[in-house]
């Protein structure tokens, strides 16, 4: 079974400063899908970012990239000029992409969960 | 288009009770299915459906029964509540067929037994 492991509980960060956060997993598949959901205090999750196991290159969206390294099975999050709509509950989280009977679909393995606190 | 419907937003239950979590989805997504988020522990699945008819257990799923008798709709059941079931829950739904296809989460449903 897979496990996504979120080492920091919590993070803080100023406004307009950059802010990593880290995710690690353990799986032994080779093809899979990595994801970054932001729960701000409304509760609502809210997709950041994506990046397909396949894929050499860091996915970005707009301040917010990631750094994928495959062979030490880590995915961190970098926020880039944080803003204070940046807080929220950040959750790594991971997906298979075997196919057969719809197995992986939507199956998402979540890590803890970081806090993150933006200071003015 | 509503996306992803949950209701009740927020439930209070006594132990022993039961109680219906329903979810609807407008997408015509394929695959549905249910997490629990606790403390420290992020969103674990609970039950999960890949079309009308199919469910199929996830992590956590003692005392909790799905159906799926459409493809918008995925009820999560709790028989008889307990203390170890307050929670909050949230259904997700996605298309079908291999990609990195996002899940679409409903708004959460915030459950307490007493």
């Known amino acids: 079974a897979q496990t996504v492991t979120q080492s920091q509980p919590e993070m803080s960060v100023q406004e307009a400063e950059t802010v990593t956060l880290s995710c690690t997993y353990d799986?032994?598949?080779?093809?899979?899908?990595l994801f970054w959901y932001k729960q701000p205090p409304s509760r609502q999750m809210i997709l950041v970012i994506r990046q397909e196991a396949y894929k050499q290159q860091n996915a970005t969206e707009n301040r917010f990239s990631v750094n994928f390294q495959k062979a030490a099975k880590s995915f961190s999050l970098k926020i880039s000029d944080s803003q204070l709509g940046d807080a929220a509950m950040y959750f790594c989280a991971y997906r298979s992409a075997r196919s057969g009977g719809g197995t992986s679909y939507g199956k998402l393995t979540f890590g803890q969960g970081t806090i993150l606190t933006v200071h003015p | 288009n509503a996306g992803v419907t949950q209701t009740p937003k927020f439930q209070v239950l006594k132990t022993g009770q039961s109680m219906t979590l329903q979810c609807a989805q407008d997408m015509n997504h394929e695959y549905m299915s249910w997490y629990r988020q606790d403390p420290g522990m992020g969103l674990r699945l609970i039950h999960y459906?890949?079309?009308?008819?199919?469910?199929d257990q996830g992590e956590v799923p003692n005392g909790y029964n799905v159906s799926r008798s459409t493809t918008e709709d995925f009820p999560l059941r709790l028989l008889s509540a307990a203390p170890s079931q307050t929670s909050v829950y949230f259904c997700?739904?996605?298309?079908?067929?291999?990609?990195?296809?996002?899940?679409?989460f409903g708004a959460g449903s915030r459950l307490t037994v007493l």
């Open positions: 799986t032994s598949e080779s093809d899979y899908y």
């Open positions: 997700a739904s996605s298309p079908g067929g291999t990609g990195a296809n996002v899940l679409t």
């Open positions: 459906s890949v079309g009308a008819g199919i469910t």
